[in-house]
């Protein structure tokens, strides 16, 4: 169930029966950009411009990746981004925390979550049949419940689009490299 709400969370269409996610927000603005720390620092100007303070960096593991192997221009032209042992172990850019996630796709977004709203509508049930699958030696679970996530300042939610593909695609047998 997390994993699918994570899913609409970012990526809902707001069509029934999906919710409006982050991604398809109206009045959210979009910015072409590569994934780039000059980048991740221009759209937390923004959040900021907008009276508002980044509380979190949601982005794949592609463009994390990419941001880690960024390096310093000086004469060492060591990684900029420098893990800090004493440190606690959770990602950090610019103080602001870093949650990695295959749900925004080629994205990052910067938000101030303070300024959306997610919210339970009524409660979770989970209802257990040990029956229904027996004969595969399974059991089923129906979990239902309700949600909703709307944004209450979608000037304080800033994305990036990257443009960069997550997923690797597979060479045919045979084909020519470039």
């Known amino acids: ?29 979009s910015t072409p950009g590569a994934a780039t720390l000059d980048n991740v620092a221009a759209a937390i100007a923004r959040v900021e411009a907008a009276y508002a303070s980044p509380t ?11 941001l ?33 996630t295959p749900h925004v796709g080629t994205s990052i977004v910067v938000a101030d979550m303070r ?8 409660r979770v049930t989970v209802h257990y049949d040990p029956y229904r699958c027996s004969e595969f030696d399974q059991s089923a679970f129906r979990v239902t419940s309700r949600w909703a996530i709307a944004p ?18 597979r060479e045919k047998p045979g084909a020519a490299k470039k």
């Open 1 to 29: 169930m997390a994993i699918a709400l994570d899913d609409q969370f970012f990526n809902g269409t707001g069509i029934a029966p999906e919710l409006s996610g982050i991604l398809t927000w109206p009045g959210v603005v």
């Open 56 to 66: 979190a960096i949601f982005i794949s593991p592609a463009n994390w990746s990419a």
């Open 68 to 100: 880690r192997l960024e390096r310093d221009g000086g004469a060492t032209g060591g990684y900029v981004l420098q893990p800090d042992a004493s440190a606690a172990t959770r990602p950090v850019v610019f103080g602001v925390p870093v949650f990695i």
């Open 115 to 122: 300024h959306v709203a997610v919210g339970v509508r009524d």
């Open 152 to 169: 209450l300042h979608p000037a304080a939610v800033q994305i990036i689009t990257t443009g960069v593909e997550v997923r690797a695609e």
